[in-house]
T-cell receptor
Framework: DTAVSQTPKYLVTQMGNDKSIKCEQN?????MYWYKQDSKKFLKIMFS???????INETVPNRFSPKSPDKAHLNLHINSLELGDSAVYFC????????????FGQGTRLTVV | LAKTTQPISMDSYEGQEVNITCSHN???????ITWYQQFPSQGPRFIIQ???TKVTNEVASLFIPADRKSSTLSLPRVSLSDTAVYYC???????????????FGTGTRLQVTL
């Protein structure tokens, strides 16, 4: 059983398109994250949700909109894709407020052409 | 959040012990030290976490001196499969008021060869 699963694993799309990445965790965690890893391999946090409520919103363009329909899901929708959006996007989950580890998905490699 | 500094890269031969040191001079009293490992094309994976002194699990050991301004991840007898990027994170993992950002630094790229 995959703990944190993301779909799709690969996504190639043209500039200007709108796309979504889905994330689901079956660990019963209450906090989920979206991270972006660029070509230089820096991992930057984008958003965090706790019990479906947005907790962390880093300096991310408004074209990125996370949505959490329930505690087990955190989706990322991106409007008007740009070349600079090309990166690997990781979803993660953990239990909030405890000394616990975060579990990461396998990543979604987004390529904007 | 305390900033961390690690070597950008390290090389090792298979079978050697590898020690990766992380500096975190501004670590706060409530901060814990956590290490993650990331293989190519995979998400980061938790390795070990500690607060002070020494912590050991089946994968690694974590040494933290009394002043807690640095920590050392020790990997005993590395193999080729330990080639990965290792991240040191410092943060308040027990704060119930706000979400931990899990701020990743640049990490240390470990290359293990025969």
């Amino acid at each position: 059983d995959t703990a944190v699963s993301q779909t799709p694993k690969y996504l190639v799309t043209q500039m200007g398109n709108d796309k979504s990445i889905k994330c689901e965790q079956n660990l019963g965690h209450d906090t989920m994250y979206w991270y972006k890893q660029d070509s230089k391999k820096f991992l930057k946090i984008m958003f965090s949700y706790n019990n479906k409520e947005l907790i962390i919103n880093e300096t991310v363009p408004n074209r990125f909109s996370p949505k959490s329909p329930d505690k087990a899901h955190l989706n990322l929708h991106i409007n008007s894709l740009e070349l600079g959006d090309s990166a690997v996007y990781f979803c993660a989950s953990r239990i909030q407020g405890a000394r616990t580890e975060a579990f990461f998905g396998q990543g979604t490699r987004l390529t904007v052409v | 959040l305390a900033k961390t500094t690690q070597p950008i890269s390290m090389d090792s031969y298979e079978g050697q012990e590898v020690n990766i040191t992380c500096s975190h001079n501004n670590i706060a009293t409530n901060d814990y030290i956590t290490w993650y490992q990331q293989f190519p094309s995979q998400g980061p994976r938790f390795i070990i976490q500690g607060y002070k002194t020494k912590v050991t699990n089946e994968v690694a050991s974590l040494f933290i001196p009394a002043d807690r301004k640095s920590s050392t991840l020790s990997l005993p007898r590395v193999s080729l499969s330990d080639t990965a990027v290792y991240y040191c994170l410092v943060g308040d993992a027990v704060n119930t008021g706000t979400a931990s950002k899990l701020t990743f630094g640049t990490g240390t790229r470990l290359q293990v060869t025969l």
